[in-house]
């Protein structure tokens, strides 16, 4: 009879259903593991890569506060040495501008005990031709009084008066000569002085322009000073990659459908003219 193929298909339709309900339901299980293990697995990932950056950020500025103190370090060396050259330079100048000093004290000594030596020396020669003049004049004086003498004694008259006349004349002469000789070694030695002294001003003039400038010392070299320290920001926190949601699949469907199988079954197999089963 019809009722029973549909109970049968009923049976075997709510088998299928139930079967089907469970299978979705291990689906739906096995999604929703694999859902929880990518959010574990993202997680994970998620805290290595925070794990990193926050190490990686503490090592960088480690080595930037580590470098920034030895460039400290190296610029107070830098400045210590340089300030130390500045030093041992002025001392140096100063040395050097001493013996400069001294020697331009020397020289001029120098050149004023040339100078003078110089000026005793002329003035020995000058003395000198005085006194050779003054033997020669008195020389001179002698020879003509005793020629006087000698005319005065062996001439008389007129030729005494012309011999007595040429005595003075050749004394006269003599004289002129003397004196002329005389002013032109004075003017000699006038020149040779002046010479001397021009000479002594020249050489004076060269040790002045030998003499070093008097050293300053230099304004001192400026501290060390570090720029502003960099600003760190700390890392952004990375958070786990989103796991899309599983697309569960509906447990009671399959069930349902089975259900409404069956009473599709029951219906078909119902003859609602005569209120009965079909026979066939």
Do not use: C
């Not at 130390?84 to 020697?103: G, T």
């Not at 331009?104 to 005085?130: C, H, P, R």
């Not at 006349?165 to 004075?186: D, K, P």
């Amino acid at each position: 009879m019809a009722w029973i193929g549909a109970t049968i298909g009923a049976v075997v339709g709510i088998g299928q259903g139930i079967l089907g309900s469970s299978q979705a339901s291990a689906q739906n299980d096995e999604l929703k593991r694999q859902y929880e293990e990518q959010k574990k697995i993202n997680q994970k990932q998620a805290d290595i890569t925070n794990a990193y950056l926050k190490e990686s950020h503490a090592a960088e500025k480690k080595d930037y506060f580590a470098a920034r103190e030895f460039q400290w370090d190296v610029a107070v060396e830098n400045w210590q040495y340089e300030t130390e050259i500045q030093d041992f330079r002025y001392l140096q100048d100063v040395k050097r501008y001493k013996q400069s000093a001294e020697n331009y004290v020397n020289q001029l000594t120098f050149n004023s005990i040339g100078a003078q030596m110089a000026y005793e020396s002329q003035q020995a020669q000058f003395d000198e031709l005085l006194a050779s003049q003054a033997f020669e004049g008195q020389a001179n004086l002698v020879e003509n009084l005793q020629n006087q003498g000698r005319v005065a004694l062996t001439q008389a008259g007129a030729s005494r008066t012309k011999a007595l006349q040429t005595t003075l004349a050749e004394q006269g002469r003599n004289a002129a000569i003397m004196a002329e000789s005389l002013r032109s070694g004075a003017q000699e030695s006038m020149r040779n002085m002046r010479e001397i002294g021009l000479q002594k001003y020249g050489a004076d003039l060269q040790a002045t322009a030998n003499l070093m400038i008097r050293p300053e010392r230099l304004p001192g070299i400026p501290q060390p000073r570090m720029g502003p320290e960099r600003t760190f920001v700390e890392p952004a926190e990375v958070l786990p990659g989103a796991v899309p949601p599983p697309q569960y699949a509906n447990t009671m469907m399959p069930l349902v459908s089975s259900i409404s199988s069956a009473a599709t079954g029951f219906v078909n197999a119902w003859d609602f003219k005569t209120g009965k089963w079909k026979t066939t």
